[in-house]
């Protein structure tokens, strides 16, 4: 009898501990879903509310997926991460601070898909890369932010992709980007812009070397309607390289902008058209553009085709 009451005090022991592992263990995929529940363990049937309360049950390089429409809110992103909410109305609303901030290691990746991020005309920025190593934007819509709709400004070397994204009315009235790519000090951001709409923003697409170096190619992209300059590339003790391909640039203050520095634009079988100035400072030409219907046309210098 002594021999079976201390086998069922060591069970009774024991399992408790075995109840208590699962809820600390972070799953690979978690879910959030509009009637969810930020105490629940963010599983397929028992999802959380927000992004924020499914990040801390996600494993690293894990993924949170959406399973109905909602708003999921802000959330800082320090591992690597994938939040995929494709097909749905998936919601970030912020006032007055950013959307999705991406403060990883060197070595991390952040991934976002299908994101309607409204910044309501008082949220900072959109989406704020302040470190990591690389950033995928795909099948978002950012608006209404008072800084930027995206802003890279991670230091050291790190890349991005932004595809099929739309960026609408961030900035702030002179200062501020639908994209504005801007390393810390010494490091250098290379990355592609591919088929994004960049519209009536302060700019449109910026490249800011003025600490860091900018390595940019803007594809099948449109920049239209913003207040200052659709694309724009400027420098300071960093270089900024932008190539442009296939691009509209309309109806802006300037269509495609050299603000100064070492920067070299080149561009080819683009759109520059109805613009107050259509290209302003050193760009560079494939000959292959259409230039032209601008208050100020400008003018670009030849590159040889090779």
Not at 42 to 49: G, H, I, M, V
Not at 58 to 75: H, K, L, R, W, Y
Not at 268 to 277: C, E, H, L, R, Y
Request: charged share 10%; with cysteine; proline share 2%.
């Amino acid at each position: 009898m002594r021999r079976i009451a201390l086998v069922a005090l060591a069970v009774g022991l024991f399992l408790p501990i075995l109840a208590s592992a699962p809820a600390n263990a972070q799953a690979t995929r978690t879910w959030v879903s509009g009637v969810g529940d930020d105490a629940n363990p963010c599983s397929r049937t028992a999802p959380c509310k927000t992004f924020a309360g499914a990040i801390s049950k996600t494993a690293a390089a894990g993924e949170i997926n959406c399973i109905d429409p909602g708003g999921f809110g802000a959330v800082t992103v320090v591992k690597s991460m994938t939040i995929s909410c494709e097909g749905l109305s998936a919601g970030v609303l912020v006032s007055g601070t950013n959307g999705i901030i991406f403060n990883g290691a060197a070595t991390d990746y952040l991934v976002l898909k299908g994101l309607d991020i409204e910044g309501l005309g008082t949220g900072l920025n959109g989406i704020r890369f302040l470190a990591g190593g690389f950033l995928h934007v795909e099948d978002c819509v950012i608006r209404r932010f008072t800084g930027n709709g995206i802003l890279i400004e991670a230091g050291g070397t790190s890349g991005f992709e932004i595809t099929r994204t739309t960026l609408f009315s961030n900035g702030n009235g002179s200062t501020g980007a639908g994209i504005r790519i801007a390393p810390a000090a010494g490091g250098t951001s290379k990355g592609v812009v591919n088929r994004v709409v960049a519209d009536r923003n302060t700019f449109g697409i910026a490249a800011d070397a003025s600490g860091g170096s900018v390595n940019l190619n803007i594809d099948d992209s449109s920049a239209t309607s913003n207040i200052l300059a659709g694309i724009i590339g400027v420098a300071g003790s960093g270089t900024a390289n932008v190539m442009v391909m296939r691009a509209t640039a309309s109806n802006n203050a300037t269509g495609i902008q050299n603000a100064g520095g070492t920067t070299n634009i080149r561009v080819g079988s683009s759109a520059i058209q109805g613009n107050a100035t259509g290209v302003s400072g050193g760009v560079s030409s494939y000959t292959t553009n259409q230039l032209n219907g601008n208050g100020t046309d400008g003018t670009m210098s030849g590159i040889p085709l090779k």
